[in-house]
């Protein structure tokens, strides 16, 4: 009668332990149906379920792991698994699968319980808990920006999508953490294009404002801004009024305004790392070119597309040239340049933090408000806000031990 056995160890991790195991297991020619293995602060846990025709094979196959397991210094423990029970591990396989992941400056145990009672909530029992941040170390804590990163890995079904990214959300709000929820298919593991908005994302400040401080209508300008990047007004009709209001300036200051600006916490990292990983980048901003152009040579982004802003005889004239790229038009690019790469838009990624990102952030596989407008935040499926720009990286699922290494 066919065995099927689940074997747990635990104990000290050291090298060639599981060699020495499946030499055993090869032996009494037992058949290996799962394994699965973890070691945290140099003690392993390893799980491996067996099957065997042969009921006297399997009898002196344990006795021999009895003996090593001794040897080695591990605990082992034999469970029985009946055919009932593996029909329906093996019916399970093709379920959806989802990622948590759940980064902050620094995660609590109130953090990972909240986190894990969401998860509860909506039916989902943890398969897989994976530190993605790297270990920490007092002695240069101050040096680096703190982050903390877990990864949970789930099986079954959500019960309430809505609901579960309404807690996520009330979450982050009051506990300073931010939690992603995505599903885990071929798509999240092989996103090759990612898209950046520029003001206030891939740099702290709002361009046209800036300029607005140098023709001496801050005030003015900055109030429509806002109330664009609410949603309050149409982003066309209020991007030509602040515009206007630029008439007169004079162009020298431009290279001025660009060599002042702030590259957002992380961005750096993010680029540098996407672009050693063979990642396409682009910049699809509602601001103006000649400060994309400037980022693209300073970050080496891969493709810009903003709007021009008009010069006349070294003065700028108040007007655009060309169409406005707004929120749809940003959509629209994404979708271009998703074609031209021959890839899927599941496949693209999108990051941004006002209004009119949210049809390009819609339309991407992951799309994700970077310390967002509660709007956008509400609206985005994934939302960044308590740790730097290149906490992306580990909503790609990428671990900084081989950041380290890229």
């Not at 080496?300 to 040239?321: C, F, M, P, R, S």
């Not at 906490?391 to 950041?403: E, P, T």
Request: proline letters at 2%; charged letters at 20%.
């Amino acid at each position: 009668m066919r065995e099927i056995i689940l074997i747990s160890f635990l104990g000290p991790d050291q090298p060639n332990q599981f060699t020495r195991l499946m030499q055993v297991l090869s032996v009494h020619s037992l058949q290996i149906l799962d394994v699965g293995q973890a070691v945290i602060h140099n003690q392993l846990t390893l799980g491996i379920v067996v099957a065997s025709d042969n009921e006297t094979a399997t009898a002196l196959a344990m006795k021999e792991i009895l003996i090593l397991a001794h040897d080695i210094g591990l605990t082992v423990r034999f469970k029985p698994i009946s055919y009932t029970e593996y029909d329906q591990w093996v019916s399970e396989g093709g379920r959806t699968r989802y990622i948590v992941t759940a980064l902050a400056p620094e995660l609590t145990a109130g953090h990972l319980q909240a986190v894990t009672k969401i998860v509860s909530s909506q039916g989902f029992n943890i398969e897989t808990v994976t530190r993605l941040s790297g270990r920490f170390d007092p002695e240069q804590a101050s040096a680096f920006p703190r982050r903390a990163c877990v990864q949970f890995g789930l099986s079954g079904q959500m019960l309430d999508a809505q609901a579960m990214r309404a807690a996520c959300l009330s979450l982050s709000g009051n506990l300073n953490i931010d939690v992603a929820v995505q599903e885990d298919n071929a798509y999240r593991r092989n996103r090759r294009l990612v898209c950046f908005d520029m003001d206030s994302t891939l740099i702290e400040q709002e361009v046209i404002d800036e300029l607005a401080l140098e023709a001496g209508v801050g005030p003015q300008v900055a109030e429509i801004t806002e109330r664009a990047m609410l949603g309050e007004l149409d982003f066309q009709q209020s991007f030509r009024a602040r515009v206007a209001l630029l008439k007169g300036l004079d162009a020298s200051v431009l290279p001025h305004i660009a060599e002042r600006l702030t590259i957002t916490e992380g961005a750096e990292r993010l680029i540098s790392t996407l672009k050693a990983l063979g990642y396409k980048t682009a910049i699809l901003s509602g601001g103006f070119q000649y400060f994309a152009e400037y980022l693209q040579a300073k970050l080496g982004i891969d493709e810009v597309h903003a709007n021009i802003l008009d010069v006349q005889g070294g003065v700028v004239t108040g007007e655009v040239k060309g169409a406005i790229v707004d929120g749809a038009r940003k959509a629209e690019l994404l979708r271009q340049l998703a074609d031209k790469m021959g890839i899927s838009l599941e496949q693209a990624m999108a990051v941004g933090d006002g209004a009119n990102d949210l049809p390009m952030l819609s339309i991407a596989g992951l799309g994700v408000a970077y310390r967002a407008k509660p709007l956008v935040r509400q609206n985005a499926n994934q939302a960044i806000s308590s740790v730097g720009l290149d906490g992306v990286l580990y909503l790609l699922g990428m671990h900084d031990k081989d950041l380290n290494r890229a």
